[in-house]
């Protein structure tokens, strides 16, 4: 690695953490007032890490028309998880993979979390419904998203909120409340239970990572396997006509047609532009660099190939009623 190279990547690293907590040094952020700003048909992607949302974030956020926690499609690729970077000033039941994170004592599960939060144990803890909705957070959270809106808005025109924070995938009956006059849109992203559990455990989660030398893989297997299994079966029960539910995998093998789909569901007009092309350059102050173009439709091959029968039953265990109600099968 070259001098220049190193020089690179430090200079984004840089900027990337700078896009990410510029909010923090801006003064409007603590007193401004954002009454006048319209939020209108907020759009959140919901689905597990690793499951190919920051892709199709990626996507959207080319969109002119959208807006996320770090920018505009002038900067289409920077932390794009409010829960993330606004953890510091959302209210705790907004928050909770990093910042006001329940039960942060845990012995072993300790946050920040990315596998974890929807397991057996922790999901009573992060769990929230309509009925868990007050004024008081719907004003906060509210003004926070304006807030957002003010700060990258280009055109004079509403702009569309978009966001990806995982752990709202067991949320949705309550961002729906706190949003209901905004009409809130849901995307639902899936993959493939038995090769996104096997990914994850190995190591791909961050906590899966961390937990190598303290948890036996079959068992961080099985914790993953009750984390996708309880995300996607929140997310079902609490959809209603505002969610659209696509798999990974179909985006992958048709963009095109997908994305069309998921924009005229979003209310957004689709436009060619957003979708991966060789000519387009990854902004200044991005991470994983390598999720854009090409799109690789076999890129899970190789988990298929390796994951062996027990490692399988300890997915189906959990995850087989789920999996082929979204048309997944057994490897």
Known sequence: MNQEHILYKEINRIYYYWKRNNWILDPRSYWGKFRNISIE???????????????????????????????????????????????????????????????????????????????????????????????????????????????????????????KSQVYTVRVSLINELLRESDPKF????????????????????????????????????????????????????????MLIMRFEDILDSSITKMKKICEFLELDFKRDILPQPHHKIPLGSKFQDRWYPLEPNRNRKYIQNIGEEEIEIVSKRCKKLASKLGYSIP
């Open 187 to 242: 995307l639902l992203i899936t993959m493939n239970p038995y090769v996104i559990c096997y990914k994850a455990a190995g190591g791909k989660a961050a906590d899966m990572e961390r937990f190598k030398n303290k948890i036996p893989f079959k068992e961080r297997l099985d914790i993953c396997a009750q984390h996708w299994n309880n995300s996607i079966k929140c997310a079902l029960e609490d959809k209603g006509e505002n």
């Open 41 to 163: 048909k907020p759009i959140f992607l919901l689905g597990v890490q690793c499951g190919g949302l920051t892709l199709v974030s990626r996507m959207l956020r080319r969109h002119p028309s959208v807006v996320s926690v770090t920018g505009n499609y002038h900067y289409w690729s920077g932390a794009d998880e409010m829960h993330t970077v606004l953890g510091p000033v959302l209210p705790a039941e907004l928050a909770g993979t990093r910042n006001k994170v329940p039960y942060s004592n845990h012995p072993v599960y300790r946050p920040p979390r990315s596998w974890t939060y929807a397991c057996d144990e922790l999901l009573p803890l992060y769990r929230k419904k309509a009925e868990d909705a007050t004024p008081d957070l719907k004003q906060k959270f509210q003004r926070i998203i304006r807030m957002i809106l003010s700060k990258y808005l280009v055109k004079e025109e509403p702009a569309r909120f978009t966001d």
